[in-house]
């Protein structure tokens, strides 16, 4: 075995394990998105999770992969499509050459279980109001749309990568804040108004009322996760062990564990001074905001720059989830702030805090305006983030108001009180809060688990439950 086969190998064990750690993020946004709605919708929910990572897949492999990292030229990749077995084992080789260090079975792999991430941030803010057959035909239209951006900004071939319209100078977005989480919160806002608020969020007066989330313990167990999944996320980009000097991983991790930090005291201390109480959910928004921002720079900045780029972040939590409410939008999970409005600071920080040395190291970009007082890279990072958004956001706009016109995406109104658990699959997350055991749960306080309070469903509702055998009423 030659050093360069050592390197491969390593390189290949290193990039299964680390896509194997953002594949489970899926179970974090399962538990976060859960915790954070109401419990009559928590099966639907969490078990989208599956679901979407399961269209992903199979659609990433058919087209995705190829229209990303194929060759091609600087909007989309030609080649690669269904791809063989010969191109998924070789390495260094057309047509997904841009892996050198791994086959292409690891570089789909690893890249699929993004485009799995960025499709979950879709559904949070869409949540609790969705028709389920959206999820098929949304998810295959937003895997392609996010595999031509991928192919933009991570492909040799891309404009951004390649800096065609400004003078050579890449776009930095080490780790996707704008690949996977700008572009799944610009589908998730395009999704969030054509379905309207949900019921009762906002009164004839304008004003939210708070619909609290049924379990804030899932919510931190799912953010712990999340942030555990990020050590995957961030390090696992440098695709090989050597990426940027042999170990560089290593750094990635520290710098993405201090914003986190950062994030989350700031989230939480902001809550306290601007709420009047520590509110758990901001600092989770506040620590899962700094894992959004610190993905663009996690290869690109010094450790006080992620701690400003995390305390930044948790500010966003806070005021950005407010000012989302205050404009009318019914956002469940906080999805427009956390992924949106903290990855374009993630991605602007990179034009801000890039230290040369790295930027060189990395070969991409340059380094940011503290550092050699040029705007150029910041304005490579704003010229992304605007093509980007236009386009992520007009053609998932554009999808979604045609869905809507010929078939309608959102569940009828008696369907969504019901919740979407029993209407769109005919049982319940808490089948013990409605649903009568001979013998019980095993627990008297409940009885058959029948709410004191109830109102009577009708339509799809009645069907499924009488299905189940469970009583005709149900709280809300």
């Not at 086959?103 to 991430?117: D, I, N, W």
């Not at 996320?233 to 930090?261: H, K, R």
């Amino acid at each position: 075995m030659t050093k360069h086969d050592l390197l491969i190998a390593a390189s290949t064990i290193w990039v299964v394990v680390t896509a194997v750690l953002v594949m489970f993020m899926q179970a974090g946004f399962a538990f976060l998105e859960a915790g954070l709605t109401r419990m009559k919708n928590a099966g639907h929910i969490a078990g989208k999770n599956v679901l979407i990572f399961g269209i992903c897949s199979i659609v990433y492999w058919a087209v995705g992969f190829g229209i990303a990292f194929g060759d091609g030229g600087l909007l989309s990749g030609t080649h690669g499509f269904f791809p063989s077995v010969t191109s998924l084992t070789d390495v260094g080789k057309a047509p997904f050459d841009w892996f050198s260090e791994i086959p292409g079975a690891a570089g789909y792999l690893f890249e699929v279980v993004f485009a799995g991430v960025s499709l979950a941030i879709v559904w949070g803010a869409m949540a609790e109001r969705a028709k389920l057959w959206v999820y098929f035909a949304f998810g295959i239209w937003f895997t392609i749309t996010y595999s031509i951006v991928s192919h933009w900004i991570w492909s040799p071939h891309g404009w951004l990568f390649k800096g065609t319209l400004t003078g050579g100078v890449g776009m930095q977005d080490f780790a996707g804040s704008t690949v996977v989480h700008y572009q799944g919160a610009l589908a998730g806002l395009a999704g969030a108004l054509i379905l309207g608020p949900r019921l009762g969020k906002f009164g004839k007066d304008g004003r939210a009322h708070a619909i609290p989330g049924h379990n804030i313990p899932f919510a931190v167990l799912g953010t712990l996760i999340l942030w555990f999944g990020w050590f995957g996320f961030n390090p696992g980009s440098t695709l090989s062990v050597d990426f940027g000097g042999m170990g560089y991983f290593a750094y990635v991790a520290m710098i993405t564990n201090i914003a986190a930090a950062a994030g989350a005291v700031t989230g939480i201390v902001i809550a306290w001074l601007k709420l009047g109480k520590p509110d758990i959910s901001m600092m989770l928004n506040g620590a899962l905001g700094a894992l959004v921002a610190i993905t663009a720079a996690s290869g690109f900045v010094a450790p006080w720059a992620a701690i400003v780029i995390g305390i930044g972040s948790g500010f966003i939590a806070v005021f950005g989830v407010i000012w989302v409410e205050k404009i009318g939008i019914d956002d469940p999970i906080g999805a427009v702030a956390v992924h949106g409005m903290s990855g374009v600071w993630g991605t602007l920080a990179c034009g801000l805090f890039t230290v040369p040395l790295l930027a060189k190291n990395l070969a991409t970009g340059t380094g940011g305006l503290v550092y050699t007082g040029s705007f150029k890279q910041l304005g490579v990072q704003a010229l992304g983030l605007v093509c980007v958004g236009a386009f992520t956001f007009a053609t998932s706009y554009a999808a979604l108001w045609v869905m809507n016109k010929i078939w309608g995406i959102r569940v009828e109104e008696d369907v969504e009180t019901a919740g979407l658990d029993v209407s769109e699959h005919g049982m319940w997350g808490y089948p013990e809060f409605y649903i009568p055991v001979p013998g019980g749960y095993g627990t008297g306080g409940h009885g058959h688990g029948q709410p004191p309070h109830v109102a009577a469903p009708t339509g799809a509702g009645v069907t499924a439950m009488v299905s189940h055998g469970a009583p005709a009423a149900f709280q809300d």
